[in-house]
């Protein structure tokens, strides 16, 4: 009897665990879910540590169910090489048959190493021997969430996305594990939790405790946490009658603040601002600048160590352009920021556009950090319905050559410290995660930007295609053969969004009220010139774009002598900026011997026919994946193509309007008339019955949208 009690014990037991065992494999089936860490948690590895801690703890787990090879050592040390590292490099040693021993001089070092070895294992990199040295090129690699946490006065709403699902707070769901996790895995290793246009109700009790929740849970993956804050918090909270920063109580409210908030969160990272810009509050309410509201911010934190991240996205409706603004607020004032203030500069001058040139910020301000914002979610990229790796973009402006103290200044040196010995350095990319969709993400190629994005802050010599590989390897498959064309499609798919969408410089055609297809024609009588394309694309019977050279708004001298001696000129300009910076006539002869016009037909052209060589890629490939991400993906790329021709189709009736010139006779025609594209009404798009009304117009919107938008 009890032989048999116990028999049928284990017998239950079996059969409950084997249900947990499909239960979880069916949740987590080949859905995105896992990420880039994919790997088999079947294993049995011999590792051991010569410490105890959080973080050695998740590096054990990690290898032991993971690590396929011999033995692993982790070592706390402060052994010279190894301390040279910093607080989170790494070093791994020894070979395949005897083991590996990764060293560190902190947990989060062990973390990082055992991550990399996990990672050549899953790429089928692991050599021989290693003797590995790494360290972070950037201290601060951060996400920025643009989420509705904290926006007590907006319930309800999604801004950009959700990922936090604060309800359940202070229960951690098993969702954060795995976006920690993937995190460490490239290592990011801060989080602002809530959207650049932050609630004040995010500095209350109610919400503190679950910025404390979260901060707790992320912490042993070497994950701190920060804030947007609205500049007239202590105003909209009902506690003072100003927001000036230079009043002593207003001082007094952030310091006091500031203190409460690491009596919840001692590690607390610091503050991100965006102030006076689309309508947020800022030193300008009260007649102050922004240095001296950064300043003050920054004697609140200063204390704790926090940082006040300070964006220099800013600008007004008075100014003749926008380009010109972030400089013309912040460069004067370089040198007189506090030492934890750190200017949060997007990577182009306007607005994350499919191709920008980089920020005249970059290498302007010498004696104050500056922090590039990357914008990681596709909101200029098709959303989640394109397949767009962004690494090539991140890539393109990391290694662009400032030319601030001569040849070799590149935008990463002029940010990594190493070129003006800043002790603060950050990076920081605007996050496409969500929990509304198994992959977090929308399109399962989206994951490869947040991938990206981490790989680049932790080292930005890695190039965008070894990334792309790496990425590509870990979550699909090691089989060359869908590797190699994969890769391939990747690196051109940016460059492909670029020639349908915005090609030459163009920039900004999006239609008004939302970011996601043309409307290069759009009026609208109550918006700014500088929220329409026609302020940007200038067209007219002579010619296109916007003329930024001294003839026109001169944002050319904001640049170095070099590149403003290059820029502004015609001939020297490099043509992926043309039509940013010239006007240029319909008749220009271009490098390849076509007239500008004839060249913009070609380069649309070309954007629609890659995106159709990627669905006949990603066809090819089928065999090599599972078939739920596969028929996920080419669905997508069904979408990417009709916006492909939508977008072709607009822009090249519209231009021709002005350039009276017949499209190329090789290239394929339009198939859509300009009168009835101009019928596509998506504004308010985000509203479902302004949806339906389009749709009776003719156009079916593409349903999934996603990548950090609401649907
Ligand atoms: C723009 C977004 C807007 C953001 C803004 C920003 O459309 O929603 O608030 O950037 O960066 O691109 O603050």
């Known amino acids: 009897m009890y032989q048999n009690c116990f028999f049928m014990n284990k017998l239950k037991f079996f059969l409950i665990f084997s249900l947990l065992l499909i239960g979880s494999s069916m949740l987590y089936a080949e859905d995105g879910y896992l990420l880039w860490l994919r790997a088999k948690a079947d294993a049995n590895a011999q590792v051991t540590a010569n410490k105890q801690g959080a973080s050695i703890d998740i590096a054990m787990k990690e290898l032991r169910t993971q690590w396929k090879g011999a033995a692993i050592q982790l070592d706390i040390t402060n052994a010279r090489n190894v301390a040279a590292l910093g607080k989170e490099g790494f070093t791994i040693t020894g070979d395949k048959s005897n083991g590996f021993t990764i060293s560190a001089l902190t947990e989060a070092g062990l973390l990082y190493g055992a991550y990399h070895l996990l990672r050549l294992q899953e790429t089928n990199a692991v050599p021989a021997t290693l003797n590995v ?12 969430h ?4 904290g926006m007590e006065d907006n319930a309800g709403s999604v801004f950009r996305g959700s990922l936090w699902q604060p309800e359940v707070l202070p229960d951690i769901p098993d969702f954060y594990i795995q976006y920690a996790r993937a995190n460490a895995a490239i290592g990011i290793n801060s989080t602002v939790l809530n959207n650049v246009n932050a609630s004040p109700a995010v500095l209350t009790t109610r919400w503190l405790e679950k910025v404390k929740a979260i901060a707790d849970a992320l912490r042993p993956y070497n994950i701190r946490v920060y804030l947007s804050v609205d500049f007239s918090s202590p105003v909209r909270l009902g506690e003072l009658n100003t927001g000036d920063p230079l009043d002593k109580n207003v001082q007094k409210w952030w310091k006091n603040k500031v203190d409460e908030v690491y009596r919840y969160v001692p590690d607390f990272g610091g503050f991100l601002m965006k102030a006076n810009s689309e309508g947020t509050s800022g030193p300008r309410d009260y007649g102050r600048t922004h ?36 400089y013309l607020e912040f460069q004067p004032n370089d040198g007189k920021f506090r030492p934890n203030v750190i200017v949060q500069v997007k990577n182009g001058p306007v607005d994350f556009q499919p191709r920008e040139p980089i920020s005249p910020l970059f290498g302007a301000m010498k004696k104050t950090p500056v922090m590039i914002e990357f914008e990681i979610v596709q909101e200029y990229f098709g959303y989640a319905n394109h397949l767009a790796y962004l690494g090539t973009l991140f890539e393109e402006c990391l290694d662009t050559d400032t030319y601030a103290e001569g040849p070799g200044s590149t935008v990463a040196k002029t940010t990594d410290g190493s070129l003006y010995k800043h002790k603060l350095t950050a990076i920081s990319g605007v996050a496409n995660v969500r929990r509304d969709v198994s992959n977090w993400c929308g399109h399962h190629f989206s994951q490869s930007n947040w991938y990206a994005f ?9 190039s965008a295609e070894t990334i792309a590989e790496e990425w590509a390897r870990q979550t699909f498959s090691n089989d060359e053969a869908f590797v190699i064309p994969v890769t391939n499609m990747m690196m051109r798919s940016r460059e492909a969004e670029v020639d349908f969408m915005m090609p030459l410089g163009l920039h900004h055609l999006f239609a008004f009220g939302h970011h996601y297809g ?21 067209a007219n019977a002579v010619g296109l774009g916007y003329d930024r050279t001294k003839t026109g708004s001169d944002a050319v001298a904001q640049y170095s002598p070099v590149l403003h001696a290059a820029y502004s000129n015609l001939e020297t300009c490099d043509e992926r900026f043309l039509l940013w910076f010239h006007h240029v006539p319909w008749t220009h002869k271009m490098r390849s011997g076509h007239t500008l016009w004839d060249e913009l037909c070609y380069r649309y052209d070309n954007g629609l026919q890659e995106v159709r060589d990627f669905q006949k890629t990603w066809d090819r490939i089928e065999q090599y994946i599972d078939p739920e991400r596969f028929a996920h993906v080419q669905s997508r790329l069904r979408i990417q193509v009709s916006d492909a021709i939508w977008w072709r189709d607009a822009c090249v009736l519209y231009f021709q309007t002005f350039a009276k010139r017949p499209i190329p006779y090789g290239l394929e025609r339009p198939t859509t008339d300009l009168e009835t594209l101009k019928m596509i009404d998506l504004v308010d798009f985000n509203y479902r019955e302004k949806a339906d009304r389009s749709k009776e117009r003719g156009r079916t919107i593409p349903k999934v949208i996603g990548g950090g938008y609401q649907e």
């Open 146 to 149: 643009w989420d509705s946490f």
């Open 518 to 538: 043309p409307e290069p024609w759009v009026e609208v009588s109550f918006a700014r010139p500088d929220w329409l394309p026609k302020y940007y694309h200038q």
């Open 291 to 326: 240095l001296d509201g950064a300043n003050m911010m920054a004697d609140a934190l200063a204390p704790h160590n926090g940082i006040i991240m300070w964006r220099a996205f800013v600008y007004d409706p008075n100014e003749t352009d926008r380009a010109k603004q972030a």
């Open 454 to 462: 981490g790989r680049l802050a932790w080292n930005h010599q890695l």
């Open 133 to 144: 040295s790494e360290k972070p090129s950037y201290d601060i690699r951060i996400l920025n």
